[in-house]
């Protein structure tokens, strides 16, 4: 088995995903499933250190993306959760990490879109500005949430859209319809179309802001995250709707997944480098 491993965790709305390498030799490993609640992240880690038979004198580093922490506080009660793993542990939002594999932390906005939605961007002095982001309940403009949440208003009949309110699991459900949506409006449904146009505009509007905060030119590098902007019909639209509110992106494409980013900076947190 290796010493000096070093692993990278993304925990999205939908899926968590983990990447962890070792030395010597190319020992790897990945791992994907649905996401657990936050709460059942220590639970999921330990079945997964068992599998690869680690332990946390084995692990130098442990890097966690993960949805909804950004403050200090959120930050430093999820690392104490998680400090039985490995030597060095930190915690961060996926966001960040998108932004990290996406845009190497160079100047320019990621628009992120999956379950939920949060739009990140930093400047050249390294300033960071956010739009969007705040939940469910809160926000999540434009994203698969958003949409399933409109398409269920408007083409389910209040009982069958009263039983997916009442699941345990009814953000998830909601948002596995934006597949469904997106398909309609590409068919030419004028109802879809209206929902995912609407979509479209509103997360263009919070990449505007956050450019408009950072104080970025009207030439801007974006790059994008998330199942939802996975899709190039519907990334395309979120293009154009840049332009038509004055933007003029200079698209980018992801330089590296969110969680191989995670364990990038998992090796940089093992060599010293706070990420």
């Keep these: 088995m290796p010493e000096q491993v070093r692993v990278g965790v993304d925990l999205g709305g939908t899926r968590i995903r983990v ?45 966690v993306a993960a949805k909804g922490i950004w403050t200090p506080a959120e930050r430093r009660a999820l690392e104490a959760r998680l400090g039985g793993f490995a030597r060095r542990v930190r915690a961060i939002s996926d966001a960040e990490a998108a932004f990290h594999g996406a845009l190497d932390d160079e100047p320019g906005i990621l628009v992120l879109a999956g379950t939920g939605s949060i739009v990140l961007g930093q400047n050249r ?76 505009e509103m997360l263009a509007a919070l990449t505007c802001q956050v450019a408009q905060d950072l104080g970025l030119r009207p030439t801007v590098r974006v ?17 154009r709707a840049l332009e038509r509110q004055g933007m003029r992106p200079r698209v980018v494409p992801p330089k590296r997944s969110p969680v191989v980013a995670a364990r990038d900076l998992a090796v940089r947190l093992a060599e010293g480098a706070r990420p």
């Design 19 to 63: 990447a962890a390498g070792g030395r010597p030799g190319n020992w790897s490993r990945r791992f994907q499933a649905p996401a657990p609640a936050l709460a059942g992240l220590p639970q999921l880690l330990r079945r997964l250190w068992r599998r690869w038979r680690l332990s946390r004198g084995r692990v130098d580093a442990l890097v």
């Design 125 to 200: 002095g390294g300033r960071r500005r956010r739009a969007g982001g705040l939940g469910a309940l809160l926000g999540d403009e434009g994203s698969a949430f958003w949409i399933g949440r409109l398409w269920l208003k408007a083409a389910w009949s209040d009982e069958r859209a009263r039983k997916i309110a009442r699941d345990p699991d009814a953000v998830r459900r909601v948002a596995a319809l934006a597949p469904s949506v997106l398909r309609r409006a590409a068919r030419g449904h004028q109802v879809a179309r209206l929902i995912v146009t609407g979509s479209q």
């Design 223 to 239: 790059s994008w995250a998330g199942s939802l902007m996975a899709n190039p019909v519907f990334r395309r639209g979120v293009w």
